[in-house]
């Protein structure tokens, strides 16, 4: 399965200011990811833009070269910020949520298909998977003990899941 080059970062939510700074709500774990990049994008990753950003409570305040008065970061609010996934590196055993959205899940003993990966919850202490089976959504913690392999080029995720979560009787 093909992975998307550019990535949803954050979406404009407002402005700061009168010098046209911009809030942004993060799409990635946390605010301080996009102070790492000096070039976000918008349109899908069509059009460059540089920036300047900071991590603030849990959005990032964020100036975008050109934009200089408060006028012209309102006409922002609710654009979408993509990231180019060239500019970040991932620790081991991590992963963009939109490369694991749609892959298989695997019971790791047995080689039978559960279902789809659908969407991914932060809880705080660790990531909730939400399954799509034939019988409704089953949600997965994101721990060692139940993920036993990752491929995100093959398309599957093989886990090892308590006895009775994926009966029919759910």
């Keep these: ?23 942004v709500l993060p ?15 918008f349109d899908g990753g069509k059009t460059p833009v540089k920036v300047k950003s900071r991590p603030h409570k849990n959005i990032a305040l964020m100036k975008i070269e050109g934009v200089d008065n408060v006028q012209d970061a309102a006409a922002l609010r609710g654009r979408m910020l993509y ?21 298989k899940i695997i019971d790791a003993d047995s080689g039978q298909e559960y279902g789809i990966l659908s969407e991914v919850s932060a809880t ?5 998977y939400h399954v799509k089976t034939d019988n409704g959504e089953v949600l997965i913690p994101a721990v060692p003990s139940f993920i ?3 491929d995100i080029d093959k398309g599957f995720m093989k886990i090892r899941p308590i006895k ?5 009787e759910i």
């Design 83 to 103: 990231l180019d996934r060239n500019d970040l590196t991932l620790d081991e055993g991590s992963y963009f949520i939109a490369d694991l959205i749609g892959i």
């Design 124 to 128: 705080g202490a660790n990531d909730v």
């Design 1 to 23: 399965m093909p992975k998307k080059q550019f990535l949803e970062a954050g979406q404009i939510v407002g402005t700061h200011g009168i010098r046209g700074e911009i809030r």
């Design 164 to 168: 009775g979560l994926f009966d029919d």
């Design 148 to 150: 036993i392999e990752t």
């Design 27 to 41: 799409w990635c774990d946390l605010p301080q990811v996009l102070s790492t990049l000096n070039v976000l994008y």
